[in-house]
């Protein structure tokens, strides 16, 4: 059972930057292919990001490419998100999730991944 906490939200400026961390326990780190997935008040929860348990390969949705980062230390534990040029479209609760079993076609479906955070509010002012 893996036990994932979320940390580094908060409220920015358009324009502004943020990173987001995922630390995880109960489980080896890098047994692991991480996800961050959104949800904005009335909406579905969204993929964002997603990287192999390598850290080798990453993958984004078309809306936050080129100023998102997904990065994981598999020493330590965190999976991160770098958020850059932030929009006030990109207000959502942050998750991060973990699948242990990588399926291609499925990885930005939230139903790729077993374990769940409780989310961290992300806030973009106009």
């Known amino acids: 059972q893996v036990h994932l906490v979320e940390s580094g939200g908060g409220l920015v400026q358009a324009g502004g930057s943020l990173r987001l961390s995922c630390a995880a326990s109960?489980?080896?780190?890098?047994?692991?292919?991480m996800g961050w997935f959104r949800q904005a008040p009335g909406k579905e929860r969204e993929f964002v990001a997603a990287?192999?348990?390598?850290?080798?390969?990453?993958y984004y949705t078309d809306s936050v490419k080129g100023r998102f980062t997904i990065s994981r230390d598999n020493a330590k534990n965190p999976l991160y998100l770098q958020m850059n040029s932030l929009k006030p479209e990109d207000t959502a609760v942050y998750y991060c999730?973990?699948?242990?079993?990588?399926?291609?076609?499925?990885?930005?479906?939230?139903?790729?991944?077993?374990?769940w955070g409780q989310g961290t509010q992300v806030t973009v002012s106009s």
């Open positions: 999730a973990a699948s242990p079993f990588w399926d291609s076609s499925r990885y930005y479906y939230a139903t790729n991944y077993n374990y």
């Open positions: 109960g489980g080896t780190f890098s047994n692991y292919d």
């Open positions: 990287i192999r348990w390598s850290g080798t390969r990453t």
